[in-house]
C-alpha cells in the first residue's frame, strides 16, 4: 500500500501508534521491526517526567520501577547511555539529591536536563549532578547535546541559541547529534512554545537525526518539521498523561541506521516505532 507523505504525517501528527521513515524530505511508511542484537552499534534510553515529590502520587516507586526496567535493558540487550529529559522533581529544590540516589542505581552513565518543575538554580544544578544547565558529551561517534530550557521559576523558555549554535557547529563533523529539551520549541502541543530560530537552527544542521522532548505527558510519538523529527516519551511518573508509565529506546546500527521505539513496561509492547535513518 503507497502512503502519500500528507496521509501519512497527517497520522503521525494525530497520534497515531506507527512506523516510520525519515528521508530526506519524505516521511514514508515502513514496517516496525526491531535492529538484532548483534548489529547494534550503539543503544540508548530516554525518560522523562518522574515528578519526583508530586503529592498523592506514587513518586518513589515509580523511580524504582524506571531503574529496574532501564537497568533490564542494559542486561538483556545493552545500553550505553540513558537521558532523563527533565521535571525530575516537582517543585521542591531541596528533593534533588534523593533523586539522585535513585539514578545513580543506573548501570550505565546518565544525564539530565532541568524541566519547569525542576526550580533549581545553575549551581546547584553544577554541585549535584557535576556540569551545567547545558551540557554536551561525546560518547563513541556521536554528541549529545542537553539543553536548558526554563529557569527557578519555573517559566517555559526557549534554548539558548547563540550556545546551541556553536556546540552544533562544534560537532559538525560528527557522525551523529541527538539533541534533548525538556519543552517543544514548537505550538503543536498544549505546553509548547513557539521557538521558529531553534527550528532553523535544527534545520541548518544536517547531523542532527533528533530532537527529544517530555513537558508534554500526554505525547508519545514524533511530530516532523524542516524533515527533522521531534520525539516525546509520555511520562515514567506524574498524575497525568498517557496511561501508561514508559520510556523510549534509540539503536543504532553498524551501518549507520537508526531506529526508535516507545515502550510500554507494564505489558510490554512497543508503543510506536520508526527510523529516523535507514542506511
Known amino acids: 500500500m503507497t502512503h502519500t507523505r500528507r496521509e501519512f ?3 503521525t501528527l494525530a497520534g497515531i ?3 516510520y521513515v525519515i528521508s530526506g524530505s519524505q516521511l ?3 514496517q516496525p521491526a526491531y535492529l538484532p542484537k548483534k548489529a547494534i552499534q550503539f543503544r540508548f534510553a530516554v525518560a522523562s517526567d518522574g515528578h519526583f515529590g508530586q503529592p498523592d502520587t506514587p513518586f518513589q516507586q515509580d523511580h524504582s520501577n524506571l531503574v529496574q526496567w532501564i537497568n533490564r535493558e542494559k542486561q538483556d540487550k545493552g545500553l550505553d547511555v540513558c537521558i532523563i529529559n527533565g521535571d525530575l522533581i516537582h517543585d521542591k529544590p531541596e528533593l534533588l539529591p534523593e533523586v539522585k540516589t535513585y539514578f545513580d542505581k543506573l548501570t550505565m552513565p546518565y544525564y539530565t536536563t532541568r524541566g519547569n518543575h ?3 538554580d545553575g549551581q546547584t544544578w553544577q554541585q549535584t549532578w557535576g556540569y551545567g544547565l547545558n551540557h554536551d558529551v561525546v560518547l563513541k561517534e556521536h554528541a ?3 539543553t536548558d530550557t526554563s529557569n527557578e521559576k519555573g517559566e517555559y523558555l526557549c534554548v539558548d541559541l547563540e550556545w546551541l549554535e556553536q556546540r552544533l557547529n ?13 519543552i517543544t520549541p514548537n505550538k503543536w502541543t498544549q505546553n509548547g512554545i513557539d521557538c521558529p530560530e531553534l527550528r532553523k ?8 537525526k533528533a530532537i527529544f522532548h517530555g513537558h508534554d505527558h500526554d505525547m508519545d510519538m514524533i511530530k516532523e518539521t524542516g524533515n527533522k523529527p521531534y520525539i516525546f516519551d509520555g511520562h515514567f511518573g506524574g498524575s497525568w498523561g498517557v496511561d501508561y508509565k514508559g ?3 534509540v539503536e543504532i546500527d553498524k551501518k549507520g541506521n537508526i531506529f526508535t521505539y516507545q515502550f510500554n513496561p507494564a505489558v510490554a509492547p512497543v508503543v510506536n516505532s520508526g527510523w529516523l535513518q535507514k542506511a
Open 9 to 11: 504525517l497527517k497520522k
Open 28 to 30: 514514508l511508511a515502513a
Open 170 to 182: 562544534h560537532y559538525r563533523n560528527k557522525r551523529n547529534v541527538f539533541v534533548f529539551m525538556h
Open 247 to 249: 520510556y523510549r529506546i
Open 118 to 120: 525542576d526550580r533549581v
Open 144 to 146: 549529545f547535546i542537553l
Open 17 to 19: 501508534t506507527g512506523a
Open 201 to 208: 537552527i535544527m534545520e541548518a544542521h544536517p547531523n542532527v
